[in-house]
């Protein structure tokens, strides 16, 4: 049974540049959860999508944006990036409101 | 808002009992989990309370008190491989049913 699984497993990037991080849910999971996790802190929610439809959104700039495709996966897209946006990028699926299954994650380093 | 508060680091001896505790404020609580979480991987799920009482499960167990906004986790017979960070997180219905971490508490288990 495959978890969840995202892409890339890290990734170096420049200050004003776009990032793409991309999630694949568990098979059957259709609500996808991004969240942001800098070093030595939890993770902070960042969006929910469920069905293609964004279902909640935490306090990050419009900088960050996120789509669902029909198969359930998804993206995360960072713009203009600053150096503080250097994190730990998590996905989590679900299959409703229930518990949260983590992916690796992403790590994201803004130079 | 929301608000969860935890010990940031804790340590204890192999072999022992440590019971890492977990208070929290948010205004659509609708539920409590504990993710256990190594250095440089994703989170993954520990135990969850939606009433008040004592969870269960092997060498771990989660107690809820909705009234006091509190919780802790309890580890007994500690092995190194408990080393790890330990994220309270509760699920907000103001935030679609998804979750707000604490920052984490630091275990530390020595021989």
């Known amino acids: ?22 999630c694949s849910p568990i098979s059957g999971h259709k609500s996808v959860s991004w969240y942001q996790q800098v070093l030595g802190q939890g993770p902070q929610f960042i969006f929910q999508y469920y069905e293609k439809e964004e279902r909640g959104r935490g306090n990050f700039p419009d900088r960050f944006s996120a789509r669902q495709f029909p198969n359930y996966s998804s993206e995360l897209n960072v713009n203009a990036l600053l150096l503080g946006d250097s994190a730990l990028y998590l996905c989590a699926s679900s299959p409703g409101a ?7 994650g992403t790590r994201l380093t803004v130079l | 808002g929301q608000n969860i508060d935890q010990p940031t680091e804790m340590t204890a001896t192999e072999g022992a009992i440590v019971q890492i505790n977990c208070t929290y404020q948010t205004s659509g609580f609708n539920g409590l989990f504990w993710y256990q979480q190594h250095a440089g991987e994703a989170p993954t799920f520990l135990s969850y309370n939606v009433l008040d009482g004592l969870e269960e499960k092997g060498r771990f ?25 330990y994220l309270c997180a509760v699920r907000d219905e103001d935030y679609g049913q998804n979750f707000v971490f604490g920052p984490g508490t630091r275990l530390s288990v020595l021989p």
């Open chain 1, 98 to 104: 229930g518990e949260q299954f983590f992916g690796p």
């Open chain 2, 61 to 85: 167990s989660s107690f809820l008190s909705r009234s006091k906004g509190y919780s802790y986790l309890l580890l007994k017979e500690l092995q190194m491989k408990d080393s790890a960070s």
């Open chain 1, 1 to 22: 049974d495959t978890g969840v699984t995202q892409s890339p497993t890290h990734l170096i990037k420049t200050r004003g540049q776009q990032v793409t991080l991309r």
